[in-house]
């Protein structure tokens, strides 16, 4: 039977691969979510004026909340390219990478989590990621090209602070969709093709909502079976449909639908870590941590070297990530910018990381890079995913 | 259990040879890179929860082989709509025609290249296949098996 295989490699080897194919991969994905963001505007006024309507008025599913007084005024998200410009605008307020120096870190430092949204919206068509704290910060991101953002491609992480109310408002208004007696995977939606060919989502994307319920938190997980035909989950009945697009509206920037009331303190600032884990992976799956430190300059390798690390992935190969202050996260990317280490920048819009490259890496190189702490003890393993 | 790595270092380890594959199946390297990205793109996306794909590589490619019968699909309505056979590709078109394996393999369909890449190239039982392909298990081995007929007979009667 393999007399076939060595044919059909060698014919595909013949093949040029692409100049840049990461890069292009990059601009190719900008270009869809522009496209999806365009197409959600046309429905997302919609969807907006319903979503505003839902939890200012309680909609007709919370008939215990009060109406909200008013609703802020949002920023619709621009579809302009977001491609090339990473550079930090006037008027930002997120960042990218490392703190500024004489920053505040947010406070506490430790915080327990309420809830957490993570998705894609067909309101916006942005990736979206918020966490709830008890002490009512709201943390949250959103891909998009906004005023404050950190740059044109994405908000970086931003705070805002919420009343005790607004917090519960918020878990009540998931929790009342009855999606959340147990943790659930749930397949729903549908694609549409538009007149310019392209196949634009119907009902849901993909999203991740996880709610305390006592001392744990309850997971519902949702995506679209004609966009993700590999994602495993439950078809949902019609009934859990419904619940679902009813939480995809809330995978969008919370001021364009937390009413006035919801907000302790709605100015939006960049959110500080007081930590950042500090990763590394390399191409050469057989590349062990130890030997992936080695490859570092002495100072990292002194500092990483005695590190405790965590291990993600089953195997001894895969991502390793250390808890570092914001201070030897300082010192450490200074190291690595006095070695003359190049600046990955594939992702370079959405964290700061390094390449190592070295002749004793003849498979590929090893990448290093910072993920910021958030107050509940979990650091962001993937900021550029989702 | 995945082995995670960074997306950026996910895709240096495997796209050359998911490329390399999809071009043995499309004879197309436009197409081939268009649907790698799909593929890589839908990945991309779930790459934080990396931890619950069992298997990262498996995802890529069923997602690729899913890209490419969607297309394969609209392709083939489109041509119905306009009855215009010019709008599908010579495949290989771009390499060296004169090599009798690559001609061989033009005289394939795109689906049965797929089956095969499938099943001899990277050792998919048929049923595994058939659901990449989103066909039964009989009509990959149906494809393949038709496929290696050709093949062989090509590749014997130029040599």
Redesign the interface.
């Known amino acids: 039977?393999?007399e076939?295989?060595d044919?059909?490699?060698?014919?595909?080897?013949?093949?040029?691969?692409?100049d840049q194919?990461?890069e292009?991969?990059a601009r190719?994905?900008d270009r869809?979510r522009r496209n999806q963001r365009i197409a959600a505007g046309v429905v997302g006024i919609t969807v907006f004026v319903a979503a505003v309507w839902i939890v200012t008025t309680g909609g007709p599913f919370d008939r215990a909340l009060t109406p909200g007084a008013s609703v802020p005024a949002t920023t619709p998200p621009s579809v302009t390219d977001p491609a090339p410009d990473v550079t930090p605008r006037p008027g930002a307020v997120g960042f990218i990478g490392l703190a500024p120096v004489g920053a505040t870190p947010s406070a506490p430092e430790h915080g327990e989590l309420v809830l957490s949204l993570y998705g894609?919206s067909t309101t916006d068509g942005g990736?979206f990621r918020a966490w709830v704290y008890a002490d009512g910060r709201i943390i949250w991101d959103m891909e998009g090209d906004f005023p404050y953002g950190a740059n044109a491609s994405t908000t970086g992480l931003l705070e805002q602070h919420l009343t005790p109310e607004g917090v519960e408002r918020i878990r009540s208004e998931i929790v009342s969709t009855g999606l959340f007696a147990h943790d659930l995977t749930l397949l729903s939606g549908r694609v549409r093709e538009d007149a310019s060919g392209i196949q634009q989502p119907v009902g849901i994307i993909?999203g991740?909502i996880q709610v305390r319920g006592g001392d744990r938190l309850v997971s519902v997980t949702w995506s679209n079976p004609e966009?993700?035909?590999?994602?495993p989950g439950i078809v949902a009945t019609p009934e859990q449909s419904t619940a679902l697009e009813r939480l995809d509206a809330l995978l969008t920037h919370p001021e364009s639908w937390l009413p006035a009331s919801a907000w302790e303190d709605e100015e939006i600032t960049a959110y500080v870590p007081s930590r950042y884990a500090v990763?590394y992976?390399?191409?050469d799956?057989a590349l062990g941590a130890s030997r992936m430190v080695s490859l570092l300059p002495p100072t990292a390798q002194n500092l990483l070297g005695d590190r405790d690390r965590t291990r993600?992935?089953?195997?001894d190969?895969?991502?390793y990530c250390s808890v570092v202050t914001t201070g030897e996260a300082r010192g450490l990317a200074e190291t690595y910018d006095a070695a003359g280490l190049r600046l990955?920048d594939?992702?370079i819009n959405s964290r700061l990381g390094y390449l190592v490259e070295s002749p004793d890496l003849p498979h590929?190189?090893v990448?290093i890079?910072f993920e910021p702490y958030l107050p509940d003890d979990q650091f962001?393993?993937?900021s550029?995913?989702? | 259990?995945?082995?995670?790595?960074?997306?950026?270092?996910f895709?240096?380890?495997e796209?050359?040879t998911l490329?390399?594959?999809?071009?043995?199946v499309t004879g197309n390297?436009a197409e081939?890179?268009e649907i790698m990205?799909d593929a890589?793109?839908?990945l991309?996306?779930?790459?934080?929860?990396?931890?619950t794909i069992q298997d990262p590589t498996a995802?890529l490619y069923?997602?690729a082989m899913?890209v490419f019968r969607k297309r394969s699909r609209r392709a083939t309505l489109a041509l119905r709509r306009v009855l215009s056979p010019a709008a599908e590709p010579t495949p290989?078109a771009?390499?060296?025609m004169q090599q009798d394996?690559?001609a061989a393999?033009a005289e394939l369909t795109s689906r049965q290249?797929a089956a095969?890449?499938l099943?001899?190239?990277m050792d998919y039982s048929s049923e595994e296949a058939g659901r990449a392909l989103g066909v039964s298990a009989g009509t990959v081995r149906g494809l393949a098996s038709r496929a290696?007929a050709t093949?062989r007979r090509q590749?014997g009667e130029q040599t």
């Open positions: 039977m393999n076939h295989r044919l059909l490699e060698n014919v595909g080897e013949r093949f040029a691969f692409p194919a990461f292009r991969l190719r994905r869809k894609r990736r993909w991740t966009m993700y035909p590999q994602d990763c992976s390399a191409t799956r993600y992935g089953a195997s190969t895969g991502i990955d594939r992702s590929g190189e990448s890079y962001l393993l993937c550029p995913c989702g | 259990m995945a082995e995670p790595l960074s997306f950026e270092a895709f240096e380890a796209a050359r490329f390399r594959r999809l071009c043995a390297s081939a890179e990205q890589f793109l839908a991309w996306e779930r790459w934080d929860r990396i931890e995802y069923r997602t899913n290989f771009e390499i060296d394996v690559v393999l290249r095969l890449v099943t001899d190239v290696r093949l590749v």
